[in-house]
């Protein structure tokens, strides 16, 4: 008997050992939360040395950057994760410059940490768009030799009723027609290039304004123009149509206001 659990330890500790090791989540070294002044710009901005600076934004847009969704796919929790804005100034423990993806880990550490953040996740099926060409073909200026492993250099200036980018995929144009329109749009166009276009719609009451470099942009536009849909369709030559499909929902199950600094 003795001798199988001696055995037993070797085996054990053999796996042990050839587990490879797991890399513990980047976090913030340092993170400042306050209560936002009144009548501030909304701005978000991650700076050399590994900061992050937001500026007058609600908890729900800090769970949007930090998990990848968009407003419409945030349910549950308390009204003032919306309304009530705060500042929040940090710094990467390592003093590196922060890719999205070790960014988005950090902000999610700090929601739980500060925020005492918990949800889980549902897939439900939901009305979607998806993106697709129009009867006539895109109209769309192809990027010489830009594919999507180069959207790095991708440039895009927003205001309201106005998207204008250089050398884009077409999932970033997907992702920021979601945003106004408040509906999850799946790229089905089959266009794997960058591009450069410009799209210019009469946004209606209530859609949100975009941003420019984390800053809001409320560029003026005049009420004779076409709707976003009609402006796809006419200006870039694509189309939305309305389907089903599944959407990933995040569902708040606690959330607190944020611990003192």
Do not use: C, H
């Not at 050992?17 to 513990?24: D, L, M």
């Amino acid at each position: 008997m003795r001798r199988r659990i001696v055995l037993a330890a070797v085996v054990i500790g053999l796996a042990s050992a050839q587990s490879p090791a797991v890399a513990p989540s980047p976090t913030f070294e340092v993170a400042s939360i306050k209560p936002s002044e009144p009548g501030g710009r909304s701005q978000i901005q991650m700076a050399p040395g590994g900061r992050f600076v937001a500026k007058n934004v609600n908890v729900k847009f800090l769970i949007q950057q930090a998990y990848g969704v968009r407003d419409f796919q945030i349910t549950g929790g308390p009204g003032w994760i919306g309304s009530e804005r705060f500042d929040v100034t940090a710094k990467a423990e390592s003093g590196d410059n922060m890719t999205p993806d070790q960014l988005k880990s950090m902000l999610q550490t700090l929601l739980a940490d500060r925020f005492k953040l918990t949800l889980r996740r549902e897939t439900k099926e939901l009305p979607v768009y998806a993106l697709v060409v129009a009867k006539n073909g895109p109209k769309l200026q192809p990027v010489e030799g830009g594919g999507p492993s180069q959207a790095k250099g991708s440039q895009v200036r927003m205001g309201r009723g106005l998207i204008n980018a250089q050398a884009a995929p077409i999932t970033l144009l997907a992702t920021q027609l979601s945003n106004q329109i408040g509906r999850s749009v799946i790229d089905r166009t089959g266009l794997t290039g960058n591009y450069d276009f410009k799209l210019e719609w009469t946004p209606e009451d209530g859609q949100p304004m975009a941003l420019k470099g984390g800053e809001e942009s409320p560029q003026p536009v005049s009420g004779s123009g076409p709707s976003i849909f009609t402006a796809v369709q006419e200006q870039l030559g694509l189309k939305l149509e309305s389907q089903k499909g599944p959407v990933e929902i995040l569902i708040i199950d606690r959330i607190e206001k944020p611990s003192e600094n």
